[in-house]
């Protein structure tokens, strides 16, 4: 079956400094990987769609400068989360489209400190 | 653009009684429609989707209706368990499946 992986699940990292995330689709060949973020107590927020061989399009409030992501074949892609401060705490999630629905990683929850 | 909107919670109700989860939605496409289920400490899982309008999508006791003339995809239960205790998200995707737009999610606790 598909499925969607993503390291590290947990992570800290000090106020100002930077923290990058892995997602590796499996079973199924990733073309396109979505990354959204769920802050506390709120919903998923599309952070940016990456398909390969294309542009990265960033969704508004997002910047490549702050969230930049390698999508290098059909079944990775990495983002980092630069300068992190309290407000970029939450769930991040990636997902990859296949048979016309999303499949979803567990997500990586950063904690800023 | 498109957006979901759902009912507020926390939702609280008792074993045995029945959930309706409200949820509409617009846009100008013709999306997939989903409910997707959230647990402490884990990404969502889908519950169902639905991509054809006037089709019902079910699991696990859940279903729902695509109803494409009032815009609106209810979750509904018979009969919930204190197990069904998690945030639930209506969401759609008018790109096949490429960028998903979730609501802001409901919040169900069932007490013994």
């Known amino acids: 079956g598909a499925l969607v992986y993503q390291y590290p699940r947990r992570t800290i990292c000090k106020s100002g400094t930077s923290m990058r995330m892995e997602c590796q689709a499996v079973?199924?060949?990733?073309?396109?990987v979505a990354w959204y973020r769920q802050s506390p107590q709120k919903t998923f927020e599309l952070i940016a769609l990456?398909?390969?061989?294309?542009?990265?399009?960033?969704e508004q409030n997002f910047t490549q400068e702050k969230f930049p992501i390698s999508h290098p074949n059909l079944s990775f892609s990495s983002m980092t989360v630069l300068n992190a401060y309290l407000e970029d705490r939450g769930l991040y999630l990636c997902?990859?489209?296949?048979?016309?629905?999303?499949?979803f990683g567990p997500g990586t929850r950063l904690t800023v400190l | 653009g498109d957006s979901v909107t759902q009912t507020e919670g926390p939702v609280t109700l008792s074993e045995g009684t029945s959930l309706t989860v409200n949820c509409s939605y617009e846009?100008?496409?013709?999306?997939?429609l989903f409910w997707y289920v959230q647990y402490p400490g884990e990404g969502p899982q889908l519950l169902f989707k639905?991509?054809?309008?006037?089709e019902k999508g079910s699991s696990r006791g859940f279903e729902a209706t695509y109803n494409k003339e009032a815009t609106s995809f209810h979750l509904q239960k018979a009969s919930v368990q204190e197990s069904d205790s998690a945030v639930y998200y209506c969401?759609?995707?008018?790109?096949?499946?490429?960028?998903?737009?979730f609501g802001s999610g409901t919040r169900l606790l069932v007490s013994p």
């Open positions: 990456s398909t390969v061989n294309s542009a990265i399009k960033y």
């Open positions: 079973g199924f060949q990733a073309t396109s």
């Open positions: 639905v991509p054809k309008a006037n």
């Open positions: 846009t100008k496409q013709y999306p997939t």
């Open positions: 969401a759609l995707s008018a790109t096949g499946g490429y960028k998903v737009v």
């Open positions: 997902g990859a489209p296949w048979g016309y629905e999303q499949y």
